[in-house]
């Protein structure tokens, strides 16, 4: 089997300047909110080419993820391959456990595939509660999201607010398949296993699988739900536009 370096890396013309524009955009982010500032890490390709920009370039940005308690055990390995290659403690916010045996006692394991609703309650507590937990007392975040991983994030700025107000900055907004896996063999970055099992984009074990050639990246997230409900909520709100007069 080919390895996801293997199908996907190469480098494309602009990609030096797209690296350049990427630590950038991290230094002058860490430079405005120092001591307040995190990258949000899902543990995918995207977040482990930030993870290694802030650590080659010692820009003092914290890196944190979730545990959902359903991650798959490749994801999780990298938290420890992460703090030995780089040095950097790994902050990780668990959900409460509480409320997740209220829910699972409530609704079962399988709630996610039973209908919309459940399946982005699971995610409300799993995800979106330790999520505000990792930005309290933030006053901004960054993450990997990129505008060719879906029809969805195809206009993914660099910058905008989040709904509470906090600068939010996407630094490979404008890299390609092409451009990740290219940094990736150029600095001998560490990543989740599962790329190489036809995982471009990697969320929970339950509501994740390989993709066919030919579909989209995310095609194997929430696989059962229409295009229009795939999306978990940590990245689907914005602040609001200001009403015009």
């Given at each position: 089997m080919s390895s996801a370096i293997e199908l996907h890396?190469?480098?494309?013309r602009g990609h030096d300047a797209r690296v350049a524009h990427a630590v950038a955009l991290l230094r002058e982010a860490a430079e405005d909110h120092a001591g307040r500032i995190v990258q949000s890490s899902s543990l995918g390709v995207e977040g482990m080419v930030l993870t290694d920009m802030i650590a080659r370039h010692r820009l003092p940005i914290a890196v944190a993820t979730l545990d959902t308690g359903?991650?798959?055990?490749?994801?999780?390995a990298l938290i420890p391959r992460i703090e030995q290659r780089y040095g950097l403690k790994v902050e990780v916010f668990r959900a409460a456990q509480e409320a997740v045996v209220h829910f699972v006692g409530r609704h079962g394991e399988r709630a996610m595939f039973?209908?919309?609703?459940?399946r982005k309650a699971c995610c409300d507590v799993r995800k979106l509660e330790p999520m505000k937990r990792l930005l309290a007392d933030r006053?901004?975040?960054?993450?990997?999201?990129?505008r060719s991983q879906s029809e969805h994030r195809a206009e993914v700025p660099f910058f905008e607010l989040d709904a509470e107000g906090r600068e939010k900055f996407y630094p490979l907004a404008d890299w390609s398949d092409a451009d990740v896996w290219h940094y990736v063999r150029t600095h001998e970055v560490p990543y989740n296993e599962l790329h190489d099992q036809f995982f471009p984009s990697i969320g929970c074990e339950p509501c994740t699988r390989a993709v066919s050639l030919g579909e989209d990246a995310r095609a194997g997230r929430w696989w059962w739900e229409q295009e229009g409900t795939k999306e978990c909520g940590l990245h689907s709100l914005r602040r609001p536009e200001p009403a015009v007069a």
């Open positions: 890396a190469r480098k494309t359903k991650l798959h055990a490749e994801t999780l039973d209908s919309v609703e459940l006053s901004a975040w960054v993450t990997g999201l990129r």
